[in-house]
């Protein structure tokens, strides 16, 4: 099973500051026609979780510009460019490359 | 509006069974994948399980966790998904999801339920 690794565990964030969530997978989750398969997702409190982030940089449709994924292979990250009050919830990334699907252990990102 | 609603949760002592269902609104849901997944309390996100689309034979699969005790299957007919859960633990007590899974541009899920419990105890 591919093992996903988040960090960090907590970030305490203030308004209008950038933030960064870095996820690490135990094998490289590009496939061979260069497609990163990790997706984020946002489970805001109380609700069920949603998408942010699809193929490691696509924003999925609603999602504010201000969320931005990249990195490739083992190595993925979420950016807040400029986080806002309504960002505050646990952050998953997933690999969806290949069966069983994993998720990271989450990152709680909360307003300081 | 788009709805996945899930129902059939409650409580049920270690060793018996119980089945969930996922009924999909506002949504095209014979052509899609359907997963759930299961989130203990306080726990971060579990897959359980896939049931894939007619057109790919409505394959599933399983995590190893609960493999041979967990079966998913699907109506299309009643745009209904299923999780059959026996020999339960104490351990699958969590709130489990329905989720549709989208393959055409990415591998994601878009939609979500917003999720029953399932509370295994003596």
Redesign the interface.
């Known amino acids: ?1 591919i093992v996903m690794t988040q960090s960090p565990l907590s970030l305490p964030v203030t308004p209008g500051e950038p933030a960064s969530i870095s996820c690490r997978s135990s094998q490289s989750l590009l496939d061979s026609s260069g ?1 990163n ?1 990790v ?1 984020w ?1 946002l ?1 805001k409190p109380g609700q ?4 942010l982030i ?2 490691g940089s ?1 924003r ?1 449709s609603g999602v504010p510009d201000r969320f931005s994924g990249s990195g490739s292979g083992t190595d993925l990250t979420l950016k807040i460019s400029r986080v806002e009050a309504e960002d505050v919830g ?1 952050y ?1 990334c ?1 690999q ?1 490359l290949q ?8 990152t709680k990102v909360e307003i300081k | 509006e788009v709805q996945l609603v899930e129902s059939g949760g409650g409580l049920v002592q270690p060793g018996g069974s119980l089945k969930l269902s996922c009924a999909a609104s506002g949504v095209t849901f014979s052509g899609s994948g359907i997963h759930w997944v299961r989130q203990a309390s306080g726990k971060g996100l579990e897959w359980v399980g896939r049931i894939r689309s007619k057109a790919d034979s409505y394959a599933t699969a399983y995590a190893a966790s609960v493999k041979g005790r967990f079966t998913i299957s699907r109506d299309d007919s009643k745009n209904t998904a299923y999780l059959q859960m026996s020999s339960l633990k104490t351990e699958d007590t969590a709130v489990y999801y329905c989720t549709r899974h989208v393959e055409r541009s990415g591998r994601y899920f878009d939609y979500w339920g917003q999720g029953t419990l399932v509370t295994v105890s003596p």
């Open positions: 099973d497609y398969h997706d997702y489970q069920s979780p949603q998408l699809y193929l696509n999925a646990v998953y997933m969806a069966i069983p699907l994993t998720f990271g252990g989450g």
